[in-house]
């Protein structure tokens, strides 16, 4: 819902205690697990509301026109970024090959990103139906409102998303699995002019958590050079329900 590990977390925690401050409220009418359900996602579309879209680098201001300083690097909080999350923390070990596999494609950083295009309520229509397993008129009771409005919200929600993002992605052919190759292996022995010859002219440059963000190679090359050069040393490792995404630790 969130797009964010950071926030799902702080989200958590709050369904958690506004479960247990309305524990009494709890009449046995609907099951505890749909119950909890509808806190958590109302704490979720409470966010939501409070911001209405994801925030960019992009958005804030044209492209970076020199190298900063340390002391002009401002950080924003990790549920401004999309963040991917490793399959141990979500991803129960007890369940079925099937479960897994759906909730493995429900956490790919492709279906994440589609989702934020999503007005809250279709977001939710998804997830509880398409992903948890709901019926339409679960996730109405959920999402206290009719089966009818959530069949709308959902065949919406399913054609702005075309299908295409729960499927695996593609296999790569061999000039873009050759490229990817190249890039991790430029960047682990920090090969910073191979790295950026690497890069389309236009290439953006953003740099979470810092509200800050470069264009072209150059540009990048001079951030490798100089502050980013952190990353001297920094291995690259596949992560699980990420597709073919990577990221350095």
Not at 7 to 33: K, N, P
Not at 128 to 145: M, N, P, R
Not at 160 to 177: K, N
Not at 231 to 238: D, F, V
């Amino acid at each position: 819902m969130l797009g964010s590990f950071s926030g799902a977390e702080d989200a958590t925690q709050g369904a958690m205690i506004r479960a247990g401050r309305h524990l009494d409220s709890f009449d046995g009418r609907a099951t505890l697990r749909t119950w909890l359900y509808r806190i958590a996602t109302n704490v979720c579309l409470d966010q939501l509301t409070a911001k209405d879209r994801r925030w960019r680098p992009v958005d804030d201001g044209p492209a970076s026109a020199r190298m900063p300083d340390a002391a002009d690097l401002v950080q924003k909080p990790g549920e401004y970024w999309f963040e991917p999350i490793v399959d141990v923390r979500a991803l129960s070990s007890d369940s079925d090959p099937s479960e897994r596999a759906m909730l493995k494609q429900s956490i790919r950083l492709a279906f994440i990103a589609a989702l934020q295009k999503l007005a809250p309520k279709q977001r939710a229509a998804v997830l509880l139906i398409d992903v948890l397993g709901f019926s339409a008129a679960e996730a109405a009771e959920t999402l206290e409102t009719s089966v009818a409005a959530v069949n709308s919200a959902l065949q919406r929600a399913r054609a702005a998303l075309g299908g295409r993002y729960m499927r695996q992605a593609a296999d790569l052919s061999d000039v873009q699995q050759m490229l990817v190759n190249e890039y991790v292996a430029a960047f682990e022995r920090y090969d910073v002019d191979c790295l950026v010859a690497l890069l389309r002219r236009d290439a953006a440059f953003s740099l979470p958590p810092y509200a800050l963000w470069l264009e072209g190679p150059d540009a990048v090359r001079s951030w490798r050079l100089g502050l980013g050069c952190g990353c001297r040393g920094s291995r690259l490792a596949p992560t699980g329900a990420c597709g073919h995404f990577i990221n350095h630790i």
